[in-house]
């Protein structure tokens, strides 16, 4: 009989905490609960999702990510294999990586070759000591001795490209699966980079076969089918072809010495020497939601281990079952992300390029105490494309560019705002949808919306409940689609429009004043009429992001008094240009010390300080472990210090030098205290008085270090003015603020080996 099913989620404990993260660190936030292989090294379990992988150690359950931070060198795996000693990391982009054991080799020849061509590594095969990579170009060999590529093989007709899905060994010869047949050649062959060593085989030449095995002697040969459940499993003995199994959907198949391991999506058989059933592993033995199947082996103590498009790792030993993964978002993908304190909020959702409803997925994923849960109160609502998120109390507000604006308190659904219930609209020529691209709260708590395609664009739902909308005149038209929103100091609101600049709007001030801001001299003078981004600064100066650049309204007290935007100067060389001139800006943040922080559509993360003139920080995939160069929203924890970008391949943070500054000196931390022999990063000094002029002193008062606070926050690499390490003893930290008239002093202490 068999023990209860339980369901268990092991927590990465080995990544760094936010709370002990040192300034210039980095923590990925990524999603591992899409898995797509799986495979063994000694008391090992490497699993690969779609952006990077993580290991399970059998012997003492420990769990371990492994991406750009730690030890990968690229993102998005393609694929995954191993043998005894060595794992084998193939990338969508061609790039590979070797891990033995804390060794890893890099091998960038596909990735860094002049081919035009698509590079993807599909399927590792290894023999002996080669391994056979399946590309979309053909097939590359790698010596996995000499740790080199050896050789490569254009099959196709004439030595042209042809996209290999999969390769295997078998009656002396490797074959090749492709979209368009199968390909053969003699292992023996003097020459098999010679296209004419490759010859394709007359059955189902024309068919896509995408998976091969061998398998006592036999090739297993599965032809894909276009619909569900709609594939033919062959096995083929070097001349007659036999058909194992019809109207299947498989999706893995691997062979060790005594079992044959197939994998459907809602199934696992294990077949012995003569091809009959041993184990049978059905999915919906998992007490969950959601189960499809990608991979699975199945090991000499006759254990499971699966790889789950929707559950990361699952595990059944006979008798127990269960789900392990890191701790993760719902998807690496990030749409927005908002800080609340101790939450930081990821909606998922996103517009299509041109605007419209993508359809992706209503979850909400949360990260607290450096842990992260997923909202399901959406599930079974029709409720997808959640574009913004806002929170005030415990009252959580999701927009949709789809169905309207949702409410939740805490985990829990409460409602669903769309046209029957509230001031919101559906589309005025395509009345299909409820486009809500953003959502700001005012300086009173209400509530704010933008309604895209509506003869009143802007709704908002006041803290009594009830609702309003308002027009924009005749500068916004029903046919105009809007996005973000920004609530100034003022409570003037401030709206994207689509290729069309933006409007700013006030309902408050000697009646309702509505102005449309465009490239044009007079009207606004942006850098570009396609507005992707703004941020209101510490100086409360509008800082707009285009697709060509930044614009900057200096004053918007008068920015219904004609005031124009103006470009930053920045010296770069010998030369002048605009800042970030033919940059697309997808999202602008301000941080304690008023420094901006710019996502840029192709080059990455540039800092700037306070008036955009000197660069301080450029983040860049080739320069740090960024995903991408192409970021679509930062985020700052303004307490801790830390800055979460998210990235067309998954979500990362970093702690950087600057906080939020408090409004006194009660809450001044010394990190680390004391400062340990074995340590050797930056001491940090927070909860400090905005932009405070600290000291520090040994104990007999002569002057050791002396900087301003960036922000809250100051940073010491432990060495005075002239370089040297400070000595193991008590120093003092003096801080005060600008004028000298508040100040506070407390103790550090070095130990020195």
């Given at each position: 009989m068999k023990k209860t099913i339980f369901l268990?989620?092991?927590?990465?404990?080995?990544?760094?905490?936010?709370?002990?993260?040192?300034?210039?660190?980095?923590?990925?936030h990524l999603s591992y609960k899409s898995a797509y292989d799986v495979c063994e090294v000694g008391n090992t379990i490497y699993v690969s999702t779609d952006r990077a992988l993580f290991e399970y150690n059998t012997a003492d359950n420990s769990i371990e990510r492994l991406n750009t931070l730690n030890r990968l060198s690229d993102t998005g795996v393609s694929s995954i294999e191993a043998n005894e000693n060595t794992l084998i990391v193939a990338y969508n982009n061609g790039n590979i990586d070797m891990i033995s054991g804390n060794n890893i080799v890099n091998l960038p020849d596909i990735k860094n070759a002049s081919l035009i061509a698509d590079k993807r590594i599909n399927h590792i095969n290894i023999d002996n000591n080669l391994a056979y990579l399946s590309c979309g170009f053909g097939i590359v060999v790698l010596d996995l001795d000499r740790e080199e590529v050896k050789d490569t093989y254009f099959i196709g007709e004439l030595g042209a490209q042809v996209n290999v899905l999969s390769t295997c060994i078998a009656h002396n010869r490797i074959y090749a699966a492709t979209n368009k047949g199968l390909y053969m050649a003699d292992t023996g062959h003097p020459n098999l980079a010679n296209y004419q060593a490759w010859e394709k085989l007359s059955a189902h030449s024309q068919s896509r076969v995408d998976l091969l095995e061998s398998f006592n002697g036999l090739l297993f040969v599965n032809l894909h089918g276009e619909e569900y459940n709609t594939d033919t499993l062959y096995h083929f003995d070097g001349n007659n072809w036999v058909v194992f199994e019809q109207e299947s959907s498989n999706v893995s198949i691997k062979a060790k010495s005594q079992e044959l391991v197939l994998t459907r999506r809602f199934g696992i058989s294990v077949y012995n020497q003569e091809l009959n059933s041993t184990h049978y592993l059905s999915s919906g033995e998992f007490n969950l939601d959601k189960i499809d199947f990608n991979s699975a082996i199945f090991t000499d103590k006759d254990e499971f281990w699966i790889a789950d498009k929707h559950n990361g790792l699952l595990h059944n030993d006979g008798d127990f079952f269960e789900s392990i993964k890191p701790s993760g978002p719902f998807l690496s993908d990030g749409g927005q992300i908002v800080n609340f304190g101790d939450e930081i909020l990821v909606a998922h959702g996103a517009k299509s390029e041109n605007w419209d409803p993508s359809w992706h997925k209503s979850e909400l994923s949360i990260l607290k105490k450096d842990d992260w849960t997923t909202s399901n109160a959406l599930k079974e609502a029709d409720f997808t494309d959640i574009v913004a998120v806002n929170k005030r109390g415990s009252t959580t507000y999701l927009a949709s560019f789809n169905t309207g604006l949702a409410k939740m308190t805490g985990l829990n659904l409460d409602e669903i705002y769309n046209e029957t219930n509230s001031s919101l609209q559906k589309r005025a020529i395509h009345d299909d949808w409820i486009e809500v691209g953003a959502i700001q709260f005012d300086s009173?708590?209400?509530?704010?919306?933008?309604?895209?395609?509506?003869?009143?664009?802007?709704?908002?739902?006041?803290?009594?409940g009830d609702w309003e909308s308002f027009s924009l005149g005749s500068v916004v038209t029903e046919t105009q689609d809007l996005a973000k929103l920004l609530i100034d100091k003022n409570d003037q609101k401030w709206v994207q429009l689509k290729n069309n600049g933006l409007v700013v709007f006030d309902e408050r001030r000697q009646g309702i004043k509505t102005r449309k801001l465009t490239n044009s001299e007079n009207e606004g003078n942006l850098a570009s009429n396609r507005v992707h981004s703004f941020a209101e600064d510490l100086e409360g100066e509008i800082w707009i992001g285009t697709d060509n650049g930044v614009s900057v309204f200096y004053d918007s007290n008068s920015i219904f008094q004609g005031d124009n935007a103006s470009q930053v100067v920045v010296t770069l060389g010998d030369h002048n240009s605009y800042l970030l001139e033919g940059q697309q800006i997808n999202d602008i943040e301000i941080d304690g010390a008023n420094r901006k922080w710019f996502a840029t559509n192709n080059s990455g993360v540039v800092v700037t300080s306070e008036n955009g003139t000197e660069e301080i920080h450029h983040f860049t995939s080739e320069n740090s472990p960024l995903f991408s160069n192409k970021v679509l929203d930062i985020e700052m924890n303004d307490v801790t210090g830390e800055v979460f970008f998210a990235t067309e391949k998954g979500l990362i943070s970093l702690r950087s030098e600057s906080t939020q500054g408090n409004d006194d000196f009660s809450e001044v931390l010394v990190f680390p205290n004391p400062v340990k022999p074995d340590y050797s990063g930056p001491i940090t000094i927070k909860g400090l008085i905005t932009d405070a002029v600290v000291k520090i002193t040994d104990i007999s008062g002569n002057l050791i270090y002396e900087t301003v606070a960036l922000g809250g926050q100051a940073v010491w690499d432990g060495k005075s003015f002239d370089g040297q390490k400070a000595h193991t003893g008590v120093y003092l930290v003096f801080c005060s603020d600008q004028e000298g008239t508040i100040s506070h002093v407390t103790k550090l202490l070095f130990v020195r080996g």
């Open positions: 268990s989620c092991l927590i990465y404990t080995i990544c760094t905490q936010a709370q002990s993260l040192r300034v210039g660190e980095w923590r990925d009173e708590g209400n509530l704010w919306c933008t309604n895209s395609q509506t003869y009143e664009p802007l709704s908002v739902k006041y803290t009594s």
